[in-house]
T-cell receptor, first 122, second 108 residues
Framework: EVQLVESGGGLVQPGGSLRLSCAAS????????MSWVRQVPGKGLEWVAN??????????VDSVKGRFTISRDNAKNSLFLQMNSLRAEDTAMYYC?????FGVGVYGMDVWGQGTTATVSS | EIVLTQSPGTLSLSPGERATLSCRAS???????LAWYQQKPGQAPRLLIY???SRATGIPDRFSGSGSGTDFTLTISRLEPEDFAVYYC?????????FGQGTKVEIK
């Protein structure tokens, strides 16, 4: 079964750090771009970051640049999001998602985890 | 940044009715780079449509996508009870990737 399972969320004070993990199974992890997407409770979806198959390219939304780092370990089929200098507005459910290519330049996030919640509060 | 505006915010319909959801982009988006997702309460999003009009694996044919340029549409031909959910469009034409704010399809 194709699956993504996130972990590492929790309660942290403003200015603190969290490291989210996403364990992949049921597919060849190293063949896919991967993504983190977040959702504030009761609100919409916000793309956070993408990483290429070999980790050589990474992209971030402006609001997390310089604070968050996406990385991966293909040997362990794992995706990570290191979140530093956390702010109250980073409070959200964080999903990891697989990015599939359906044709030249045609993409979609076709596998999602169940999410892990990060709460930034004093 | 490409802003996606979805309308209406809420659509109140009965099972069996047709649902038409709109997604308007602040600048032209290649249809290749437009997707739709469904999200039910307490669940992760699910990919419905990619490339503006292609259904993802396992998606029933009552779901269809269309559009080009700045105007895209998701149509559900006959609503089933399990279709009542929130729907998001997403573009990946430019960075950052962005989502619309969502359209909630609720039971009338």
């Amino acid at each position: 079964e194709v699956q993504l399972v996130e972990s590492g969320g929790g309660l942290v004070q403003p200015g603190g750090s969290l490291r989210l993990s996403c364990a992949a199974s049921g597919f060849t992890f190293s063949n896919y771009w991967m993504s983190w997407v977040r959702q504030v409770p009761g609100k919409g979806l916000e793309w956070v970051a993408n990483i290429k198959q070999d980790g050589s390219e990474k992209y971030y939304v402006d609001s997390v640049k310089g604070r968050f780092t996406i990385s991966r370990d293909n040997a362990k089929n794992s995706l990570f999001l290191q979140m530093n200098s956390l702010r109250a507005e980073d409070t959200a459910m964080y999903y990891c998602a697989r990015i599939s290519m359906f044709g030249v330049g045609v993409y979609g996030m076709d596998v999602w985890g169940q999410g892990t919640t990060a709460t930034v509060s004093s | 940044e490409i802003v996606l505006t979805q309308s209406p915010g809420t659509l109140s319909l009965s099972p069996g009715e047709r649902a038409t959801l709109s997604c308007r982009a602040s600048q032209s988006v290649s249809s290749t780079f437009l997707a739709w997702y469904q999200q039910k309460p307490g669940q992760a999003p699910r990919l419905l449509i990619y490339g503006a009009s292609s259904r993802a694996t396992g998606i029933p044919d009552r779901f269809s996508g269309s559009g080009s340029g700045t105007d895209f549409t998701l149509t559900i031909s006959r609503l089933e009870p399990e279709d009542f959910a929130v729907y998001y469009c997403q573009q990946y034409s430019g960075s950052p990737w962005t989502f619309g704010q969502g359209t909630k399809v609720e039971i009338k």
